[in-house]
């Protein structure tokens, strides 16, 4: 049995960020990690020949905990390619191209999209997206589906799927009536803004110079051989004082893994009942990726952007992924999303038929020179048994308040963090480098 002061369990960012924090702070540090790589939701790969990021890769100016991380380990941003007309497809099924944040919807539709986004933006802006449990109205609005809080807002049904568009979809990536209205008030909170997340150009502003991976290939670079890959910690036993895993024992266990995934682990003795009820309230969301490589960028000839949406369409929302920052790479890549229910019946399909349907789908963005690509990849998260899921987890209907002051409470010597109970930062890098350092601050304090 080997001795530490703390054994950090995964070694995605929230576990790295930990870990060289405590480290820094003159700690004794492990890391174990069940994957043969650093990085979890974090993977920038190249596959038949073209450099993806088969998981997160984009930064907003809200992000300062991952702007701040990014300068500390010397790496640098390149702003996402947004020149020319965006791509919208209405509920008319009629495909119009628009300049600007606000799409070309009926001006009846346009208003109800701003009535209602300004009234998220108030409910917001009244909460502290860490304590989401504490908004005036957080009774009211976890027993409401954000389906039936969209209902009492507007009658404008092309409104309703806009903005239920922006937090289902393409955030919570799971359908409207399955999470709370304080869900999507905590998600707009914790960006900021509804506003923000309405703003493409905003949220997904940046990318990274190599990929988002280098965030932790770089922090697991400075722990020096602590990290230990292809080490699953399936067993932890604990008392008041100190806790073993994975051959260790220490003063401290961060366990720096989705919610979902701390039930996997078997406890001796098992967690308070409130902690285990607690995660199985917690899922995740199901969208794929699809990475659609061109022989050119063809879409910017014809005055494009690459960036399209619609609530309508099976790939509900696609942008321009050419990796401007590889000298000689003139191929065009397209990056699009498949979320929820849609997802499920993409992956009930068979390989050739799943191509053909998100083809045919960008078709209806682009032309027909989205039908001819040279490459096309889905990011396989789903079947991926050390996430299962994507972008996170997010509670079901009336949990939040029931269960989230618990979220980030410590076990003994335990402690439980992720992006997926970040406050500022939910569900995003930024989230996990703050859980991360909070984590640390915490044990740090402590000695
Ligand atoms: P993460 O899940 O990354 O790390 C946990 C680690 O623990 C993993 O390495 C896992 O293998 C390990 N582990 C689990 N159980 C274990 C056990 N029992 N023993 C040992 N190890 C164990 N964010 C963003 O900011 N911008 C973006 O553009 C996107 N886009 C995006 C796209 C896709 C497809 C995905 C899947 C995700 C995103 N995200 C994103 C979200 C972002 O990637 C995510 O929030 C963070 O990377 C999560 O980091 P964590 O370290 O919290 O968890």
Same mark, same amino acid.
């Given at each position: 049995m080997n001795d530490v002061d703390v054994v950090v369990v995964g070694a995605g960012v929230t576990g790295l960020t930990a870990a060289v924090r405590l480290r820094e702070a003159g700690?004794?540090?492990?890391?174990?990690?069940a994957r043969?790589?650093?990085?979890?939701?974090?993977?920038?790969?190249?596959?038949?020949?073209?450099?993806?990021?088969?998981?997160?890769?984009?930064?907003?100016?809200?992000q300062t905990a991952l702007l701040a991380m990014i300068d500390e380990l010397g790496l640098t941003t390149y702003p996402r390619y947004r020149s020319g007309e965006s791509v919208y497809i209405g509920r008319d099924g009629v495909r119009k191209t628009f300049h600007g944040d606000a799409f070309p919807v009926p001006a009846e539709t346009a208003v109800e999209i701003k009535r209602v986004a300004a009234e998220l933006d108030r409910l917001a802006a009244q909460m502290d997206p860490l304590v989401p449990w504490d908004h005036p109205l957080a009774v009211e609005l976890d027993q409401m589906s954000?389906?039936?809080?969209?209902?009492?807002?507007?009658?404008?049904?092309?409104? +309703?799927?806009?903005? !239920? =568009?922006?937090?289902? $979809?393409?955030? *919570?990536?799971?359908?409207?009536?399955?999470?709370?209205? @304080? /869900?999507?008030?905590?998600?707009?909170?914790?960006?900021?803004?509804?506003?923000?997340?309405?703003?493409?150009?905003?949220?997904?502003?940046? +990318?990274?110079?190599? !990929? =988002?991976?280098?965030? $932790?290939?770089? *922090?697991?670079?400075?722990?020096?051989?602590?990290?230990? @890959? /292809?080490?699953?910690?399936?067993?932890i036993s604990w008392d008041g004082t100190s806790a073993v895993a994975g051959g260790y024992r220490a003063r401290h266990v961060v366990l720096a893994v989705p919610p979902t995934l701390v039930n996997r682990i078997r406890f001796a003795p098992a967690l308070p009942p409130v902690q285990a009820q607690m995660r199985q309230h917690q899922s995740f969301g199901l969208v794929v990726k699809l990475h659609i490589t061109y022989e050119t960028p063809f879409w910017r000839e014809e005055g494009l952007s690459g960036t399209a949406f619609s609530p309508y369409a099976l790939v509900h929302e696609a942008y321009d992924n050419s990796n401007e920052d590889v000298a000689g790479d003139d191929r065009g890549i397209l990056v699009g999303f498949v979320s929820d229910v849609r997802a499920d019946a993409l992956l009930a399909l068979d390989a050739g038929t799943r191509r053909e349907e998100v083809l045919t789908s960008l078709a209806a963005y682009y032309g027909p020179g989205a039908l001819s690509p040279v490459a096309y990849y889905e990011s396989p998260w789903q079947s991926d048994e050390w996430t299962a899921g994507a972008f996170g987890t997010s509670f079901d209907i009336g949990s939040l308040t029931r269960y989230g002051r618990h979220l980030r409470t410590p076990v003994g010597p335990l402690s439980f963090v992720s992006s997926d109970v970040a406050g500022l930062g939910f569900q995003h890098v930024d989230g996990a480098i703050r859980m991360g350092e909070a984590a640390a601050a915490a044990i740090v304090e402590q000695r």
């Open positions: 700690l004794d540090v492990v890391v174990l990690e043969d790589r650093v990085g979890g939701r974090l993977l920038t790969e190249t596959v038949d020949g073209v450099r993806l990021e088969i998981g997160g890769q984009w930064v907003s100016p809200d954000f389906a039936h809080w969209l209902s009492s807002q507007t009658s404008d049904q092309e409104a +309703r799927d806009n903005i !239920g =568009l922006y937090i289902g $979809p393409a955030m *919570l990536t799971k359908p409207a009536h399955t999470f709370s209205a @304080l /869900s999507a008030v905590l998600m707009a909170a914790s960006a900021g803004g509804f506003a923000h997340l309405l703003d493409a150009d905003f949220i997904l502003d940046r +990318r990274v110079d190599g !990929g =988002l991976q280098e965030v $932790p290939l770089r *922090l697991a670079a400075r722990l020096e051989g602590l990290v230990r @890959l /292809s080490t699953p910690v399936d067993q």
